[in-house]
């Protein structure tokens, strides 16, 4: 954590549960468990095929399951998926882990085996894979954003960009998968996310957060809305959202002039958050130039991409941003105060802020969520038939690969 911070301003922050007690949990017997509901959901030739095979005689069949493109392995959900239909439906499986969760996987490289009988297990395949693919990928991502800032803990915001609450506990639960992976390397990683219900994955009893925007247009101030939230909740550190009014500088000074005691035992935090379309108060491009000259020249010498100026010098939180509220709440007498940022924190904007040097307290973001979806698709294929070695054309690389796991 960079400038000696002790930690992120942030509420609820005891550490209560395993991220393995919440992936015990995840999958209730409410889930899509029985036949009926996985028969809703599934491909229809799945089930033909089903029923045909059930006419001409089962066969024990092994399902190679990969992902076309470099990912990091995050397949438990998927996996405790299976285990859970299984159990219910009273039928065994054997899961063969190729590559532990947590670790590197090359395109085409099969994540996992899956032995079964075919009966069984051909309705289960489109489900299967909706549970692994993306949770991959967004793994993949939110460990290389973890690698861009290693010293910078990160606040999982997905949730409301998640289309329901199955896509939801799979980003959640990939986002903590890749974390684990950035900390085996040195990293802080993710320590937490802003709602409660897939917490546990993070080690967290609680979502984090403490106001969103709207707050502040209720409050009618920023000042006011601080001075609320102290008295609903005295005991709890206070993270102040100050872009609603576009004076992000002065509603913050304001609040650390309001609350010095808080501000002095670092209890304070400042979220920045300012819209694409506008600069943090007091900047412009010029301004944006000096300010990165004054705290990292060099930055912006050197050749960039219109998207990389955008992240050190452009609108929105960017890391002149960034350093401008640092500078005013040193100058200020506020040095412990810390920053939080969100904003499009991707790989690439948390790469430039790295070479910018900002200084980040935590960045909280969601944009560890895959951004190109054709790219998440999952595949799983047959490779073995009652012990045959067999699969389709295209695909014979399936067949080295458990052939040199099988001698």
Known sequence: MPRGSTGPV????????????????????????????????????????????????????????????????????????????????????EITEVHPEGTWVGAGDPLFYLTGSLVSLAPLETLLLQK??????????????????????????????????????????AAAVGSRAAQQEGAVG???????????????ERGLGTMPHAFIGYAGSTLRAAEMYVERFPDEPLTVLVDYFGQEVTDMLEVCRRFPDRAAA????VR?????????????????YEVLERHTPGTIRRYRSEKELRYLVGTGVSAAAIWRMREALDEA??????IVVSSGFGISKCMAMHDASA????????????????????????????GEPRVKIGREFLLQKIQERTG
Not at 192 to 204: L, M, V
Not at 266 to 269: A, H, N, T
Request: hydrophobic share 40%; proline share 5%; aromatic share 10%.
């Open 359 to 386: 200084p980040i307290d935590i960045v909280g973001t969601g944009s560890f969520l895959p951004d190109r979806w054709s790219e998440t698709y999952a595949t799983a294929d047959i490779v073995s038939y009652d």
């Open 132 to 173: 692994t693919g993306a949770a991959c990928v967004a793994a993949h991502n939110a460990y290389q954003m973890a690698l861009a800032l290693p010293e910078v803990p990160f606040l999982a915001m997905d949730a409301r960009h998640c289309a329901g609450g199955e896509m939801q506990e799979l980003m959640a639960y």
């Open 10 to 93: 942030l509420s609820g922050r005891d550490s209560v549960v395993s991220w393995k007690q919440a992936l015990e949990q995840a999958h209730s017997p409410r889930e899509v468990l029985d036949i009926p509901q996985i028969e809703g959901r599934t491909d229809a030739y799945f089930l033909r095929m089903r029923d045909i095979v059930s006419q001409f005689g089962d066969c024990r069949v092994t399902y190679a399951v990969f992902v076309r493109r470099p990912v990091v392995a995050a397949y438990g959900l998927a996996l405790q998926w299976v285990q859970n239909v299984a159990h219910h439906q009273g039928f065994p499986v």
């Open 272 to 288: 920045l958050d300012t819209h694409g379309g506008r600069f943090l108060e007091g900047l412009d491009p010029q301004r944006s």
């Open 333 to 338: 007498g506020f040095p412990k105060v810390k």
């Open 266 to 269: 670092g209890e304070l935090s």
């Open 190 to 204: 993710f320590i937490g996310n802003a709602n409660h219900a897939t917490a546990g994955f993070f080690g967290q």
